[in-house]
T-cell receptor
Framework: GNSVTQMEGPVTLSEEAFLTINCTYT??????LFWYVQYPGEGLQLLLK?????DKGSNKGFEATYRKETTSFHLEKGSVQVSDSAVYFC???????????FGGGTRVLVKP | GAGVSQSPSNKVTEKGKDVELRCDPI?????LYWYRQSLGQGLEFLIY????????KSGLPSDRFSAERTGGSVSTLTIQRTQQEDSAVYLC???????????????FGPGTRLTVL
């Protein structure tokens, strides 16, 4: 079946540090890949997505590239802010099918 | 409204009682999904509606769980004879028709936090 594995947190960083959250997946064919973010006390928000190999999704300074050869979709941001403190979820939607499969979430805490 | 709405935002119930959770999707979204988020299990898919029919119910954990959607809009998730392990945040999401442009993106509501005492 489909699965998503992402690094466990919490990840604690200082402001302006570089952030990477690793995400790898198992799926047949070419799934669509997503990063969702959950800020404290809020619901899940789509951060970025990529729908085919080598696509790069980007939003709010975050980027992730769909790597078919390594089945990965790592999230990066060059300079984090305190406001980036949240839980980040990697997810896939299979090529055939509609439900999302999520990773376990990575809590990120950015300190001033 | 502009986004997915869910009610109630919080629900506390006693073990053995039935509960109903409501989801109002984004206007024009034909697809509707229920997920739940719990400490032990993370984010799990429950059921998917396309219009009023549910082609994928594979995530419903037991026959105590059911859902319906009427008029291609509002959906209700019902949990009968609630158990403590049902305590979780129940999330609803909606999207355009899967396979259509933009249909792969699901937009989530704020969730209903269910606590079973």
């Amino acid at each position: 079946g489909n699965s998503v594995t992402q690094m466990e947190g919490p990840v604690t960083l200082s402001e302006e540090a570089f952030l990477t959250i690793n995400c790898t997946y198992t799926a047949t064919g070419y799934p669509s890949l997503f990063w969702y973010v959950q800020y404290p006390g809020e619901g899940l928000q789509l951060l970025l997505k990529a729908t085919k190999a080598d696509d790069k999704g980007s939003n709010k300074g975050f980027e992730a590239t769909y790597r078919k050869e390594t089945t990965s979709f790592h999230l990066e941001k060059g300079s984090v802010q305190v406001s980036d403190s949240a839980v980040y979820f990697c997810a896939l939607r299979p090529a055939a099918g509609n439900k999302l499969t999520f990773g376990g979430g990575t809590r990120v805490l950015v300190k001033p | 409204g502009a986004g997915v709405s869910q009610s109630p935002s919080n629900k506390v119930t006693e073990k053995g009682k039935d509960v109903e959770l409501r989801c109002d999707p984004i206007s024009g979204h034909t697809a509707l999904y229920w997920y739940r988020q719990s400490l032990g299990q993370g984010l799990e898919f429950l059921i998917y509606f396309q219009g009023n029919s549910a082609p994928d119910k594979s995530g419903l954990p037991s026959d105590r769980f059911s859902a319906e959607r009427t008029g291609g809009s509002v959906s209700t998730l019902t949990i009968q004879r609630t158990q403590q392990e049902d305590s979780a945040v129940y999330l609803c999401a909606s999207s355009l028709t899967p396979g259509a442009g933009g249909g792969d993106t699901q937009y989530f509501g704020p969730g209903t936090r269910l606590t079973v005492l």
